[in-house]
């Protein structure tokens, strides 16, 4: 079993930056053996994958955040994966969940096995 624990979120102008950040625990050794991924929905919306670092290190993310967001993991707790959000935009308004699993087939069709409680991100015009 694995925990995910999101914190970071908040309230913020647009053009502005926060930094989530997502803490696992439990039957694992190391998050290195888990693809880790953020997820966002935002009212009315479907949910979907913001950004994903798989287990050999690559990382993705849906062409809306290229260039403005950031996935990383840490390489010295190993517990923890970030997303540095950078330029936000009101449309970036949505909670933010981090997950994880120990596969990954396919970044459109992702459904992975665990999940956070999510953290709130909200950007004002």
């Known amino acids: 079993q694995v925990s995910l624990v999101e914190s970071g979120g908040g309230l913020v102008q647009a053009g502005g930056s926060l930094r989530l950040s997502c803490a696992a625990s439990?039957?694992?050794?190391?998050?290195?053996?888990?693809?880790m991924g953020w997820f966002r929905q935002a009212p009315g919306k479907q949910r979907e994958l913001v950004a994903v670092?798989?287990?050999?290190?690559?990382?993705?993310y849906t062409d809306s955040v290229k260039g403005r967001f950031t996935i990383a993991r840490d390489n010295t707790k190993r517990t923890t994966v970030f997303l540095q959000m950078n330029s936000l935009e009101p449309e970036d308004t949505a909670v933010y969940y981090c997950?994880?699993?120990?596969?990954?087939?396919?970044?459109?069709?992702?459904?992975?096995?665990?999940w956070g409680r999510g953290t709130q991100v909200t950007v004002s015009s």
């Open positions: 670092v798989l287990v050999g290190g690559s990382t993705m």
């Open positions: 439990g039957s694992i050794f190391s998050i290195f053996n888990l693809n």
């Open positions: 997950a994880a699993d120990r596969s990954f087939a396919d970044y459109s069709t992702w459904s992975p096995r665990y």
